[in-house]
């Protein structure tokens, strides 16, 4: 897989936790909060529906995990920083600290959009899945009122426009090759990127009306996508592992990690 273009705005965004850092502030700007509403929202009903043992969100937008009404007895985020309030584990998406096949639900809030390397990414993710594992997705989208901002944008670094912004069309094309299923998605949010309370509540029956008549010009999208590992059966002994991630790979979590049942 090669893509000239994802990393094409990436070179203005600040790296490590400095972009995460910008990445919460913006996510609590009354645009960010909006747009994190609406996510976070369609979240609720999609997590439901993925069982297994373990869910690891990589990144954090906001100043809590975006894993409600997940089944999952273990939910870990992965991020530069630690927020506090989740059970997070130091670490990198290009690099996950957890053992192969050992997570059940991989959900990345607008990860690939402000990777380094989306398509490493990918590879990580799909090597630390379970067999009939699942992938939460995103991100984005270039073709739109949003994707315009972001080729206006002038100031280096500004979060979100520094981002990859990547198209969902090129985004299918990479779970394929790597022969992920997929099984559901859905356009959110259409109205533009205005830092204005007001007037975003005002223009909220644009999401109506744009989920009708214009979806693939939403701001964001959300692709779920199951891993397919032909002549391997993932009915094994889950229940029996112990340990997910990698020791001396990462800051140890212990503490605040959410068991259910």
């Known amino acids: 897989m090669s893509d000239v273009s994802a990393g094409r705005f990436m070179h203005q965004c600040e790296s490590g936790?400095?972009?995460?850092?910008?990445?919460?502030?913006?996510?609590?700007?009354?645009?960010?909060?909006?747009?994190?509403?609406?996510?976070?929202?369609?979240?609720r009903t999609v997590l439901p529906r993925l069982y297994?043992?373990?869910?690891?969100?990589?990144?954090?937008?906001?100043?809590?995990?975006?894993?409600?009404?997940c089944h999952t007895p273990t939910r870990v985020v992965l991020d530069?920083?630690?927020?506090?309030?989740?059970?997070?584990?130091?670490?990198?998406?290009?690099?996950?600290?957890?053992?192969?096949?050992?997570?059940?639900?991989?959900?990345?809030?607008?990860?690939?959009?402000?990777?380094?390397?989306?398509?490493?990414?990918?590879?990580?993710?799909?090597?630390?899945?379970?067999?009939?594992?699942?992938?939460?997705?995103?991100?984005?989208?270039?073709?739109?009122?949003?994707?315009l901002r972001r080729t206006l944008a002038t100031r280096r670094g500004c979060v979100p426009w520094c981002g990859n912004f990547l198209r969902l069309a090129r985004l299918k094309d990479w779970l394929r090759l790597l022969e992920y299923e997929l099984i559901g998605g859905h356009m959110m949010y259409y109205r533009p990127p205005l830092q204005n309370d007001r007037l975003m509540d005002r223009l909220y029956f644009l999401d109506?009306?744009?989920?009708?008549?214009?979806p693939m010009m939403a701001a964001t999208y959300i692709v779920v996508a199951k891993k397919r590992v032909f002549g391997v059966t993932p009915l094994r002994a889950r229940w029996r592992r112990k340990s997910v991630i990698r020791p001396g790979l990462s800051e140890p979590v212990v503490r605040g990690i959410q068991r259910h049942g």
């Open 17 to 43: 936790p400095q972009l995460r850092q910008s990445l919460r502030a913006w996510f609590d700007s009354p645009l960010g909060r909006s747009l994190l509403a609406i996510e976070t929202n369609q979240l």
């Open 208 to 214: 109506a009306v744009g989920d009708r008549w214009w």
């Open 80 to 147: 530069f920083l630690r927020n506090g309030e989740t059970a997070t584990v130091q670490g990198v998406p290009e690099a996950i600290p957890f053992d192969t096949r050992s997570v059940d639900v991989a959900l990345l809030p607008h990860t690939l959009d402000f990777a380094e390397d989306p398509h490493q990414v990918l590879r990580e993710v799909d090597r630390i899945l379970v067999p009939e594992g699942h992938v939460v997705i995103l991100g984005f989208n270039p073709l739109s009122l949003w994707g």
């Open 52 to 69: 297994g043992l373990v869910t690891l969100q990589l990144g954090s937008l906001g100043k809590r995990d975006m894993m409600e009404g």
